[in-house]
Nanobody, 123 residues
Framework: QVQLVESGGGLVQTGGSLRLSCAASGLTPSRYVTGWGWFRQAPGKEREFVAA????????YYTDSVKGLFTVSRDNAKNTMYLQMNSLNPEDTAVYYC??????????????WGQGTQVTVSS
């Protein structure tokens, strides 16, 4: 059974940084599990794609609003994915979820999700 556990969220001031982690257990890359990604959901808004990284090769993908500010990485030996978030602003406030199965920007392409971690950026 695949389990994903996020950590690293919290409260930070505008311009600050946070590093999120997503630890996976029971995960094996295959033709059906080609990568993993980060999504976020702010209150009253739909869940949106943030970043993704392929399991093999480490190819990365970002939504336009975080390019150059956020960096996604993974450590396959530790079955862990990271999201380094810099220059945070209040619009980044959301619950951040990690997911695995794909590198798509569509949430329905991912089969496994973590429980989410809250990121709050104060102005």
């Amino acid at each position: 059974q695949v389990q994903l556990v996020e950590s690293g969220g919290g409260l930070v001031q505008t311009g600050g940084s946070l590093r999120l982690s997503c630890a996976a257990s029971g995960l094996t890359p295959s033709r059906y599990v080609t990568g993993w990604g980060w999504f976020r959901q702010a209150p009253g808004k739909e869940r949106e794609f943030v970043a993704a990284i392929s399991w093999l090769g480490g190819r990365t993908y970002y939504t336009d609003s975080v390019k150059g500010l956020f960096t996604v990485s993974r450590d396959n030996a530790k079955n862990t994915m990271y999201l380094q978030m810099n220059s945070l602003n209040p619009e980044d406030t959301a619950v951040y979820y990690c997911a695995t199965g794909s590198t798509s920007d569509r949430a329905d392409a991912y089969g496994y999700w973590g429980q989410g971690t809250q990121v709050t950026v104060s102005s």
